[in-house]
């Protein structure tokens, strides 16, 4: 996802006549509307009045066709997604209506074209909903919803949005294989299976695939992909070994195993941004440039990705960053998310500042701060969950860890009254903040913001 907007701008007067995605273009006679799913799959549903249906409304007839339970009403929500933007709506949105907004949303929320702006089509999609607290999920008994969860948190793994180690999407690779193939298959079952439904459906696209490069064409994908291959046939056989320890191979069972496993990574069920950093500055030139990077937000923090490299730069708990956003000041300029959190430099305390380019910043601020209302209320409760991600973040080689060593920031000292720029010194002060314990209140930014 792209993010939860509260304010949409306004209904154009004369709205585009155009039918877009998977939405139809009448309000009142019986359309069909198709309701994707991450599985790839789609509901087919035929509506009346669908022009003045809300989302909370149509959410009730999707539930039916899919045979949902009441009591996973707030598990899932509806989505308008497409290659230029991803947007949660609220149960209020008129998804009809939102349609005909979608060119001026895009030009609101992306740096697109006019020419790609007026091609984008969004499809209406049903999928997890990003303030759904992922510790409630595996208290969920109903096996569909269940499996709607393993659909798109695998599509997450395989598409690289999550981004974890190897002996990890080993794991969940071999998962996948019991959950879809079944837990009795021999080798060359499985091994007829595997090539059948191709290894990038079990496994991450850039580790299914190879990293590509002078070194991996000499070494020959075919050779990397049979590794691969005895390697998930192994972990597949540690799996359905595990029965023997009293682990069930029921299908719901391996489901909830998927997802726990899934949930050790910090950035599960996050909504994600598109955007840019800028990169340390290198060689005599001392040439930077910009990083793309990919900006997660759930109920648990903020998750900066690199987008190339399918690693974590940067995870924060709103407990340990201030936040806010800026818009353009002169042509030319970019709209720009400012986190702020504590470093070191030279062995002394700072205050760390990171720019993330992107025209989606208001869509950023606006959905960490309706996350740090929501997180404020169960606070306690989730106490255990970020220890237990904090001693796995020790370990400096995972892709999980945090790398703020690769980050170009703007470091500050706090002296007590005020916060100063470290490198080089700054005459005027940056931020002003009450000498308080952490709140969470956004960065309040004094003066034009410049980079060092």
């Given at each position: 996802m792209e993010g939860d907007d509260d304010d949409f701008p306004p209904e154009p007067s004369e709205p585009s006549h155009s039918q877009r995605g998977s939405v139809a273009s009448s309000v009142t006679r019986a359309q069909d509307l198709l309701v994707y799913l991450a599985s790839n799959s789609a509901v087919h549903l035929?509506?009346?009045?669908?022009?003045?249906?809300?989302?909370?409304?149509?959410?009730?007839?999707?539930?039916?066709?899919?045979?949902?339970?009441?009591?996973?009403?707030?598990?899932?929500t509806f989505w308008f997604c497409s290659p230029l933007l991803d947007l949660q709506l609220k149960p209020k949105h008129l998804p009809y209506k939102l349609c005909r907004q979608?060119?001026?949303?895009?030009?609101?929320?992306?740096?697109?074209?006019?020419?790609?702006?007026?091609?984008?089509?969004?499809?209406?999609?049903?999928?997890?909903?990003v303030?759904?607290?992922?510790?409630?999920?595996?208290?969920?008994?109903?096996?569909?919803?269940?499996?709607?969860?393993?659909d798109e948190a695998k599509m997450n793994i395989l598409e690289g949005r999550y981004p974890c180690d190897p002996e990890h999407w080993l794991t969940l690779g071999a998962l996948s294989c019991a959950i879809e193939?079944?837990?009795?298959?021999?080798?060359?079952?499985?091994?007829?299976?595997?090539?059948?439904?191709?290894?990038?459906?079990?496994?991450?696209a850039h580790a299914a695939l190879g990293g590509g490069g002078f070194l991996s064409t000499l070494r020959g994908r075919g050779g990397r992909n049979a590794e691969m291959e005895q390697n998930l046939i192994k972990e597949y056989r540690s799996v359905c070994s595990s029965a023997a320890t009293g682990s069930s191979l029921e299908p719901i069972a391996l489901?909830?195993?998927?997802?726990?496993?899934?949930?050790?990574?910090?950035y599960y069920g996050c909504?994600?941004?598109?955007?840019?950093?800028?990169?340390?500055?290198?060689?005599?030139?001392?040439?930077?440039?910009?990083?793309?990077?990919?900006?997660?937000?759930?109920?648990?923090?903020?998750?900066?990705?690199?987008?190339?490299?399918?690693?974590?730069?940067?995870?924060?708990?709103?407990?340990?960053?201030?936040?806010?956003?800026?818009?353009?000041?002169?042509?030319?300029?970019?709209?720009?998310?400012w986190l702020e959190f504590d470093g070191e430099e030279a062995g002394m305390p700072v205050n760390k500042l990171l720019k993330i380019y992107s025209k989606k910043a208001e869509l950023m601020s606006g959905l960490i701060e309706f996350c740090v209302e929501l997180r404020s209320v169960g606070e306690s409760a989730a106490t255990g969950t970020d220890e237990r991600r904090q001693g796995k973040m020790r370990r400096?080689?995972?892709?999980?860890?945090?790398?703020?060593?690769?980050?170009?920031?703007?470091?500050?000292?706090?002296?007590?009254?005020?916060?100063?720029r470290l490198k080089p010194k700054r005459a005027a002060s940056f931020f002003t903040r009450p000498a308080q314990p952490h709140t969470y209140s956004a960065v309040q930014v004094t003066e034009s913001l410049e980079q060092g």
């Open positions: 035929t509506l009346e009045g669908l022009g003045c249906m809300n989302a909370q409304e149509l959410g009730r007839n999707v539930r039916e066709a899919l045979n949902i339970p009441n009591s996973a009403v707030d598990v899932f979608w060119q001026d949303l895009l030009y609101r929320f992306t740096e697109a074209p006019p020419e790609a702006i007026s091609q984008d089509e969004p499809c209406l999609l049903y999928k997890r909903n303030f759904y607290p992922r510790s409630k999920e595996l208290q969920i008994e109903d096996e569909g919803v269940l499996r709607l969860l393993y193939l079944g837990t009795g298959l021999d080798d060359q079952a499985l091994t007829v299976a595997i090539r059948e439904k191709k290894l990038s459906s079990f496994l991450p489901l909830r195993r998927y997802l726990r496993s899934c949930h050790t990574l910090p909504a994600f941004f598109m955007g840019e950093i800028d990169k340390p500055a290198q060689g005599l030139l001392h040439r930077g440039g910009r990083k793309a990077v990919s900006v997660g937000i759930s109920l648990e923090g903020v998750y900066v990705m690199d987008v190339k490299e399918k690693h974590v730069l940067l995870g924060l708990k709103f407990s340990e960053l201030s936040w806010d956003h800026s818009y353009p000041e002169t042509e030319g300029d970019s709209h720009i998310l400096q080689s995972s892709v999980v860890c945090s790398r703020v060593y690769s980050l170009n920031t703007i470091s500050y000292v706090d002296d007590g009254k005020e916060i100063k």
